[in-house]
């Protein structure tokens, strides 16, 4: 069974840009969950989306956003780059909004914003 | 606000000792309690969950945990380690009304020695 895919696995940006990242959750998995893990302040909720339902939100700014496809894929959108936005972005799928199922994560989107 | 301390941000030990992991949390609610592992330029794998019942946890790798609510502590043991089990851990908390976010500590760098 395929695990979750996030891409891409490495991206460079340039300061003010935008970017947009992926991810696949595992068959049947409806719940998509989004991390930012950065040496400084380690790991950090972005976003939970649930049957294409933002359901909880983390501290983050609004150039932070997300969605979630009718087939449980997600994308998150980061507007007007800056540097400490680089960073190991995780995402995580499960088959239910509960903690009775297991969270699985990706291998990640690594940024790197210059 | 709910919270995780990990005390040791490094953990040096030689192979085929046993070592001990500190977690202690915070939260006015009950909680869920997790352990994960992140290799290197890996995600995040569980090892272990408290959801309810026994306070002693048997996860993978040999690894086990240890819930006590009145020091609201959730420590990582493994009796024997081996140089595979050199990475990052990090315990997880989430509260049991809020299931699918998890407040991730700083993480322990766990490193064998043989």
């Known amino acids: 069974k395929a695990g979750v895919t996030q891409t891409p696995r490495y991206l460079i940006k340039t300061r003010g840009q935008q970017v947009t990242l992926s991810c696949s959750p595992i068959?049947?998995?409806?719940?998509v969950s989004w991390y930012q893990q950065t040496p400084g302040q380690g790991l950090q909720f972005l976003f939970e989306?649930?049957?294409?339902?933002?359901?909880n939100k983390g501290n983050f700014p609004g150039r932070f956003s997300g969605r979630q496809f009718s087939n449980s894929r997600s994308e998150m959108n980061v507007s007007t780059l800056e540097l400490g936005d680089s960073a190991l972005y995780l995402c995580?799928?499960?088959?239910?909004?509960?903690?009775?199922?297991?969270?699985?994560f990706g291998q990640g989107t690594r940024l790197t914003v210059v | 606000a709910q919270s995780v301390t990990q005390l040791d941000s490094q953990v040096p030990v030689f192979e085929e000792a046993p070592v001990e992991l500190r977690c202690n949390y915070s939260?006015?609610?009950?909680?869920?309690l997790f352990w994960y592992v992140q290799y290197p330029n890996q995600g995040l794998q569980l090892l272990l969950k408290?959801?309810?019942?026994?306070?002693l946890v048997k996860g993978i790798n040999g690894f086990e945990a240890e819930f006590n609510k009145s020091q609201t502590s959730f420590h990582l043991r493994k009796p024997s380690v081996h140089i595979s089990d050199t990475a990052e851990y990090f315990c997880?908390?989430?509260?049991?009304?809020?299931?699918?976010?998890?407040?991730f500590g700083t993480g322990t760098r766990l490193q064998v020695f043989p």
């Open positions: 995580a799928s499960s088959r239910e909004f509960t903690m009775n199922t297991e969270a699985f």
């Open positions: 068959s049947g998995h409806r719940s």
């Open positions: 989306y649930f049957s294409e339902t933002q359901r």
């Open positions: 939260s006015s609610v009950s909680v869920y």
């Open positions: 408290y959801l309810s019942g026994s306070t």
């Open positions: 997880a908390v989430s509260e049991s009304g809020n299931t699918d976010k998890l407040i």
